[in-house]
């Protein structure tokens, strides 16, 4: 049986972060209307994908939404659309929001799987984040968390800040080992066009590492989360088993039809790709008119759902079956330099090839 993804976007943050490029707004009194422009976005799509397997609410900061509209919201998920058994429901939260009790009933509405927003457990690296959480918040997120009840929690985490160095970001990794969190995700910080971290760092007043220090940035995380249990599943990603893979980011990693809603949510079905408004006044004004909110789309062709099968199982462990890859001098350059193994006809990337995932497929792929 055919299985697709969903996304629900919460286009919400009681402030920005200075180094976050998501769409979001901080006028929090548009919450009401939001949830019913997204219930009724959700009636456009009735019976336009398969079933369900995992339903992902991010944003934006989605703890922020209260209990009712959260309620309301998946409600209407579990009206107008079908899902598989057992299906991955995930929220992510911010460390700052939330008691033991607010968990519990997060629990109680369905919902299975935690992203929490720790990014650091260093105050001095939060407050330079812009964070609205203190390491300590975070801790006690985790701690409220598990003893609600929840077994399936991940955290964020992001290295490679000014200043940081090797010791300071494994303390951060340590702490995953002593809160017994089963996944966690590594990124890299990215400096995205037009965020104030960006504007910053074009003015000359970042100090940020090389390709050297991030490669020994990469390295670090790779070998301590190895040598503590942890499978490195794909570029950003560990978890301590299987079972806690993230099922949802392997829907977008295998190309698997996704569907997202809110603004500036992004879908897929297989062959097309569309987009919708990054604005919420104007996502408001026409789901009020009974209208889906697209702002663009666009055809995959053959050729580019071959680069982008390539592209997205390069970043994982599993890989990608050799035949999609034709034989060259380069393909075999990056064998023998141990960018890449071929294992039971899967060309799969080391953990040295995982760290230049986004460029293998491009080397590989020229054209």
């Not at 990603?237 to 190309?255: K, V």
Request: include cysteine.
């Amino acid at each position: 049986m055919s299985e697709a993804g969903l996304y629900i976007h919460i286009p919400f943050c009681a402030r920005k972060c200075p180094y976050c490029h998501f769409y979001s707004i901080t006028n929090l009194e548009l919450m009401g209307p939001f949830i019913e422009g997204l219930v009724r976005e959700m009636e456009m799509y009735r019976g336009a994908f398969p079933p369900f397997s995992t339903i992902y609410v991010g944003g934006g900061s989605p703890s922020l939404l209260p209990l009712p509209f959260i309620e309301t919201m998946l409600n209407g998920v579990f009206r107008f659309f079908s899902l598989t058994r057992n299906p991955e429901v995930t929220v992510e939260v911010n460390p700052a929001d939330g008691d033991r009790t607010w968990f519990k009933a997060l629990a109680q509405l369905g919902v299975n799987r935690l992203i929490i927003g720790v990014q650091s457990f260093d105050d001095g690296d939060l407050a330079f984040l812009g964070r609205r959480h203190r390491a300590e918040d975070a801790v006690v997120a985790v701690k409220n968390a598990q003893e609600a009840g929840f077994v399936n929690i991940g955290i964020d985490l992001i290295y490679g800040l000014p200043q940081q160095s090797i010791e300071v970001w494994e303390d951060n990794l340590k702490q995953v080992i002593n809160l017994a969190i089963p996944h966690v995700s590594c990124y890299e910080l990215t400096l995205e066009e037009g965020t104030p971290l960006d504007e910053r760092a074009k003015r000359g007043e970042l100090n940020l590492p090389d390709e050297e220090m991030k490669w020994q940035f990469f390295q670090a995380t790779d070998g301590f989360l190895s040598e503590h249990g942890f499978i490195h599943y794909e570029v950003s990603n560990f978890a301590r088993d299987d079972a806690f893979y993230s099922r949802h980011n392997l829907h977008y990693w295998q190309r698997v039809p996704y569907l997202g809603l809110g603004p500036s949510a992004h879908s897929f079905d297989g062959h097309h790709r569309w987009w919708n408004t990054s604005s919420l006044t104007r996502y408001l004004r026409k789901t009020e008119k009974g209208v889906k909110p697209i702002e663009g789309k666009e055809e995959i062709t053959r050729e580019d759902a071959i680069f982008e099968e390539i592209f997205l199982g390069l970043r994982t462990r599993d890989g990608v079956n050799k035949e999609l890859v034709r034989h060259s001098p380069l393909l075999e350059s990056l064998l023998q330099e141990g960018y890449l193994i071929v294992d039971h006809n899967r060309l799969r990337p080391t953990p040295k090839g995982l760290a230049l995932a986004d460029r293998l497929a491009v080397i590989i792929c020229p054209n």
